[in-house]
């Protein structure tokens, strides 16, 4: 089973920026799709970004323009550039794999999760 351990979060100010990593011990080729979901205190998890094997992107509507989501098979890492942050965007930040290629954000479809990394805004 591969696992997926996530690093990068913190805390910054509103309008700040974060890189989030995630390292899979195995193969991340073998992942149709990989994908970052949030969960903030008292609400549902939910899609931020995911990315097919060949790179095509899907973004959550609050993270267009703001996210930028990545993978690197030859590195088995998956990356999310965070950029002009804001209070609402304090989570636990997850990155999910999943062997179809369906990236439709859906957390139920993806089936290998990492612990979490977390990302807090305030001034």
């Known amino acids: 089973q591969v696992q997926l351990v996530e690093s990068g979060g913190g805390s910054v100010q509103p309008g700040g920026s974060l890189r989030l990593s995630c390292q899979a011990s195995?193969?991340?080729?073998?992942?149709?799709?990989m994908a970052w979901f949030r969960q903030a205190p008292g609400k549902e998890r939910e899609g931020v970004a995911g990315?097919?094997?060949?790179?095509?992107?899907t973004y959550a509507d609050f993270a267009k323009g703001r996210f930028t989501i990545s993978r690197d098979n030859a590195r088995n890492r998956l990356h999310l550039q965070l950029s002009s942050l804001n209070p609402e965007d304090t989570a636990m930040y997850y990155c999910?794999?999943?062997?179809?290629?369906?990236?439709?954000?859906?957390?139920?479809?993806?089936?290998?999760w990492g612990q979490g990394t977390q990302v807090s805004v305030s001034s």
């Open positions: 999910a794999a999943r062997h179809g290629r369906d990236c439709r954000l859906a957390s139920s479809d993806f089936s290998v």
């Open positions: 990315i097919e094997f060949f790179s095509i992107t």
């Open positions: 195995g193969a991340t080729y073998l992942f149709g799709c």
